[in-house]
């Protein structure tokens, strides 16, 4: 049974920072309130022009390149997002188109913040079975739009972002060892996000009551992700027959300082071992444990053998665990002569515009000629 390794990785966050000071400006708050509650300083604001596939596809982009690996060799793209570009199409439809990945079926998957845990399970599982060998995961968010900024109990906790992993099949043992993924829909009034779907279209009346908007009962929330996260981490470790003091690091879903502060004490695990930049990006649901884990590699924390627990929390209520021995891109083959890196990925993006532009120009004429044959 092959294994499933994380071979690449990349993220995009926005240029734009807001402050927890720029925040004070707009509703009653102030930075001590918020770091002392929170441990956030500030988070990143997409500009006007970048959606949440925007940033999918730049993370996208960086992961394929650290694995060296082309976008037509990916079999599966799960996008994951608490704030997808839209109902239908599948965000992960857009990236497929925008990068060129030729061959890979591609779909979202809802599970709010838990989401990242959840997709590369199931990508994980798809390569252990033996029916792909590449898949592609990204957790991308712009909830910067779903925020309401005038209400304090949830603008000050979000942030924009996205991160990706690349997982391919090896017989070499490692890569993820184990996951759990959890649910209880009878948490699922603590955190929504009502308007705009079946039971609430877009209306005026939904605008005029703020459906389109994030709703938390922050409270329920916090007491809800302090039970889970030490719980998930210790059943994810129970099944790959691993302890606490074994693993080198803990990614937690970057949510609030204290929520990660509480977990560490559930699990008597030094605070030190957990991977934490909530201070930066704030929350940025789906993106926040790639982030979190991208950062790790590149400030040369997080190394090539290392085990790792990724553990998350979320709308639904969801939860869920997942441990990994961590790879690095070794699964390199020697090809052939190829130019450098950042060219061929270059001209992937370039034949896939192009391909995307035949592809709408074939569909746009087939439309004139049926109005013809009508
Ligand atoms: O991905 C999952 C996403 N969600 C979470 O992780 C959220 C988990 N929950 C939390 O992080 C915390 O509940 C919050 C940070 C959201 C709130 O902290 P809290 O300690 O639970 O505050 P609270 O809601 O109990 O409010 C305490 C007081 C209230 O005032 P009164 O009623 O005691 O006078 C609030 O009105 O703080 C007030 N308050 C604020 N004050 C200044 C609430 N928000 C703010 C604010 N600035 N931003």
């Avoid at 009878?186 to 955190?191: F, H, K, T, V």
Wanted: include cysteine; proline fraction near 3%.
């Amino acid at each position: 049974m092959p294994y499933a390794h994380i071979t690449g990785w990349g993220v995009s966050v926005p240029q734009s920072v807001l402050t927890n000071d720029d925040i004070a400006k707009m509703v009653e708050t102030n930075d001590e309130w918020i770091r002392s509650r929170t441990g956030i300083r500030e988070r990143r604001i997409a500009a006007e022009d970048q959606f949440t596939s925007t940033l999918a596809v730049d993370a996208a982009i960086k992961a394929l390149q650290v694995a060296d690996l082309a976008p037509s060799e990916l079999d599966l793209i799960i996008v994951t997002s608490s704030s997808p570009e839209y109902i239908f199409p599948a965000t992960a439809c857009l990236v497929q188109d925008q990068i060129g990945a030729t061959k890979a079926g591609a779909f979202d998957l809802l599970a709010a913040c838990t989401g990242f845990i959840f997709a590369v399970n199931m990508a994980a599982q798809s390569i252990r079975s033996g029916s792909i060998k590449n898949a592609l995961i990204i957790g991308s968010e712009t909830l910067s739009r779903f925020v309401n900024w005038k209400d304090r109990g949830t603008c000050i906790l979000f942030g924009d972002g996205a991160g990706a992993f690349v997982l391919q099949a090896s017989d070499v043992p490692g890569g993820v060892l184990s996951s759990v993924m959890h649910s209880d829909g009878s948490g699922a009034d603590a955190l929504t996000l009502l308007g705009g779907g079946a039971r609430y279209p877009a209306s005026e009346i939904t605008v005029a009551e703020g459906k389109h908007f994030v709703q938390m009962d922050g409270k329920a929330v916090f007491r809800f992700a302090t039970r889970v996260m030490g719980a998930a981490t210790r059943e994810a470790l129970d099944l790959a027959h691993m302890t606490v003091e074994e693993i080198d690091w803990i990614i937690p879903h970057q949510a609030n300082y204290r929520i990660i502060e509480t977990a560490a004490k559930y699990l008597k695990a030094p605070i030190e071992k957990f991977i934490i930049n909530v201070d930066r990006y704030g929350n940025t649901s789906t993106a926040s444990i790639p982030i979190a884990a991208v950062e790790a590699v590149e400030s040369g924390k997080l190394k090539g053998g290392n085990k790792v627990v990724f553990v998350g929390f979320g709308a639904g209520l969801t939860w869920g665990a997942l441990v990994a021995e961590w790879t690095g891109p070794i699964l390199q083959t020697k090809k052939k002569y190829s130019p450098p890196t950042q060219y061929r990925f270059f001209a992937y993006r370039f034949i896939a515009r192009v391909r995307s532009w035949l592809l709408r120009a074939v569909r746009h004429i087939e439309r004139i000629l049926s109005r013809h044959e009508l």
